[in-house]
């Protein structure tokens, strides 16, 4: 669906608009695991003003292909996010359930500003509106892997987007 070479130039870019934005000031990435590690680590490479990061894994797909519409917190962050400038990394929005669900259990903590960025939006399958400020790509709704995002924690490795197909 998005080769390799078209997945790394728009991190790039996007890595480039996020230091534009926060010039002058460090920003605190929130990557959402497992999912979202691949593009927040090639996101932080991209990012040329001072970056933390930090780590939740918060679920409502286990192995399926549909989200439960129940958010597991299965890891909470290991640092307070009090003041800093947050960005949350996540692989892809769907549903817009898990945000939805995230933000302002985020947002209570206190965060100097805290806004979203994902790879890859799925605009068709949203049931919860979520702010999203930065995006990779919209994609139709067809159940995509790679470049993190799985199906039962296989196919995260490819380079690329491609489509998960029905046995």
Same mark, same amino acid.
């Given at each position: 669906?998005?080769s390799?070479?078209?997945?790394?130039?728009?991190?790039a870019e996007?890595?480039?608009?996020i230091?534009e934005d926060y010039?002058?000031?460090e920003?605190h990435?929130i990557?959402?695991?497992?999912?979202?590690?691949?593009?927040?680590?090639?996101?932080?490479?991209r990012?040329?003003?001072?970056?933390?990061i930090?780590?939740?894994?918060?679920?409502?797909?286990?192995?399926? @292909?549909?989200?439960?519409?129940?958010?597991k917190?299965?890891?909470?962050?290991?640092?307070?996010i009090?003041?800093?400038e947050?960005?949350?990394?996540e692989?892809?929005i769907?549903s817009?359930?898990?945000?939805?669900h995230?933000k302002?259990?985020?947002?209570?903590?206190?965060?100097?500003?805290l806004?979203l960025?994902?790879?890859?939006s799925k605009?068709? @399958? @949203?049931?919860?509106e979520?702010?999203?400020? !930065?995006?990779?790509f919209?994609v139709?709704?067809?159940f995509?892997?790679g470049y993190?995002?799985? !199906?039962?924690?296989k196919?995260?490795?490819l380079? !690329?987007?491609?489509?998960a197909?029905?046995e």
């Amino acid at each position: 669906m998005i080769s390799e070479e078209d997945v790394n130039k728009r991190i790039a870019e996007m890595g480039a608009q996020i230091s534009e934005d926060y010039a002058g000031k460090e920003i605190h990435l929130i990557a959402i695991l497992k999912g979202s590690v691949f593009f927040a680590c090639e996101l932080a490479k991209r990012i040329t003003i001072p970056v933390t990061i930090d780590f939740m894994s918060v679920s409502s797909y286990g192995n399926s @292909r549909e989200s439960s519409g129940i958010v597991k917190i299965a890891k909470d962050l290991d640092e307070p996010i009090l003041d800093k400038e947050v960005l949350v990394v996540e692989d892809i929005i769907d549903s817009g359930k898990t945000l939805n669900h995230l933000k302002p259990m985020l947002e209570s903590r206190n965060p100097a500003s805290l806004h979203l960025c994902t790879l890859l939006s799925k605009p068709d @399958r @949203r049931e919860v509106e979520v702010p999203v400020r !930065y995006i990779g790509f919209e994609v139709p709704d067809e159940f995509v892997v790679g470049y993190g995002l799985d !199906y039962a924690q296989k196919y995260r490795n490819l380079p !690329y987007i491609g489509v998960a197909e029905e046995e």
